[in-house]
C-alpha cells in the first residue's frame, strides 16, 4: 500500500515544483497597442459629461462647441448608438483642453445620405472647470 502512496507524493512534489518555475520565468510582454494611441483612447475618461439635471456647479470657461457623431455606413449594419455620439463629442472636447462636455442636444437622423444610412449626433460646449486639488 505505501508503494502507490510514494508515487503519488512524488509526482504532486514534481508537478509543485514545475509549477513554481514556471512563475519564476522570466517573461516579456508585448502588445500590438500603440502606447500613445493608449492616452488618446482614455482620455475621454477625462471629461465629465453633463447632462440633463446634473450640469457643472461654480464657475466654468467655455472653450467652444463640439459634436460627436455615430454613423451606421449601410442598412446591414449595426443602428448608431447614442451613447458612442456623446462619447466622440467628449473626445472632441477634450481633444481642446476641456474637462467637461455640457450636452446641449442629440439626435437621430435618419435619412440617408452619401456617407450614412442613418447617424446619432450630440452637440454641446466644451468647458473647463477648476481642478480639485
Known amino acids: 500500500m505505501t508503494f502507490p502512496l510514494k508515487y503519488a507524493f512524488i ?11 514556471a512563475c519564476a520565468s522570466d517573461y516579456t510582454f508585448k502588445s500590438n497597442l500603440d502606447s500613445k494611441a493608449i492616452n488618446d483612447y482614455f ?4 471629461v ?5 439635471s446634473d450640469q457643472p456647479k461654480g464657475t466654468f ?8 457623431e455615430a454613423c451606421q455606413e449601410t442598412k446591414q ?6 451613447a458612442v455620439a456623446r462619447t466622440n463629442a467628449r ?5 481642446m483642453g476641456a474637462n467637461g462636455f455640457v450636452v ?3 439626435f437621430m437622423i435618419t435619412e440617408a445620405d452619401n456617407s450614412c444610412f442613418s447617424r446619432a449626433l450630440c452637440v454641446g460646449q466644451a468647458i473647463k472647470t477648476p481642478t480639485e486639488k
Open 11 to 21: 509526482a504532486s512534489a514534481s508537478g509543485i515544483a514545475l509549477l513554481l518555475s
Open 61 to 68: 470657461e467655455t472653450l467652444g462647441l463640439v459634436e460627436g
Open 43 to 46: 482620455k475621454v475618461g477625462d
Open 48 to 52: 465629465t459629461l453633463y447632462e440633463g
Open 77 to 82: 449594419d449595426a443602428p448608431p448608438q447614442m
Open 104 to 106: 446641449k442636444s442629440c
Open 91 to 95: 473626445r472632441a472636447a477634450a481633444d
